[in-house]
């Protein structure tokens, strides 16, 4: 299983809306609705940010949003803060019961 | 509060073997699944292996197929990964996550695998 495509950094400046790609095919992105994104930071563990496409857990800000449209899924981060500077990964569920993850983007706050 | 740590990374020689631990509290293993999910370093993530929550059944990424088994132990509510025949390629922080519908919702602080002579 490939990993999802990802654009490998994105950035924009404080107050921007940035959008991320993920990229996959009918036999996981477009075949599911279970995706997510995870953010990390730097030696740490990634975060659970968005769920089933476009469901936020409890305590993620409401400027984190997701969608998708056919294999393509993505995330939007408004209101950039510098807080908001990491890698995030898309991650779906595949046809074969199994996970995948996409490549990862970097978020650089100008 | 729900907590994962991991425990049991090293360094190991190539075709060596090891076993990582996930320690959970503030849930029970036997009712949820559960997965690994590696990292090498300066790398994106990658899903490794899942265990559903009998334990009944499992399933791994190919590159680790038939090396490494994923099991549990409810009485100590403690997550496993044995990983034999290592490989420098499974050079890695390993992290166990709590899977929910889908998603990984709790993770671990992750664990450093380093596979070197």
């Known amino acids: 299983q490939s990993a999802l495509t990802q654009p490998a950094s994105v950035s924009g400046s404080p107050g921007q809306s940035i959008t991320i790609s993920c990229t996959g095919t009918?036999?996981?992105?477009?075949?599911?609705?279970?995706v997510s994104w995870y953010q990390q930071h730097p030696g740490k563990a990634p975060k659970l940010m968005i769920f089933d496409v476009s469901s936020r857990p409890s305590g993620v800000s409401n400027r984190f949003s997701g969608s998708k449209s056919d294999n393509t899924a993505s995330l939007t981060i408004s209101g950039l803060q510098a807080e908001d500077e990491a890698d995030y990964y898309c991650c779906s569920y595949t046809y074969s019961s199994s996970y995948v993850f996409g490549s990862g983007t970097k978020v650089t706050v100008l | 509060e729900v907590q994962l740590v991991e425990s049991g990374g090293g360094l190991v020689q190539p075709g060596g073997s090891l076993r990582l631990s996930c320690a959970a509290s503030?849930?029970?293993?036997?009712?949820?699944?559960m997965v690994w999910v590696r990292q090498a370093p300066g790398r994106g993530l990658v899903w490794v292996s899942r265990i559903n929550a009998d334990g009944g059944s499992t399933i791994y990424a190919d590159p680790v197929k038939g090396r490494f088994t994923i099991s549990r132990d409810t009485a100590r509510n403690t997550l496993y990964l044995q990983m034999n025949s290592l490989r420098a390629e499974d050079t890695a922080v390993y992290f166990c996550a709590r899977l929910v519908n889908g998603r990984m919702d709790y993770w671990g602080q992750g664990t450093l695998v380093t596979v070197s002579s």
């Open positions: 503030g849930f029970t293993l036997s009712s949820h699944w």
């Open positions: 009918s036999s996981d992105v477009g075949g599911y609705n279970f």
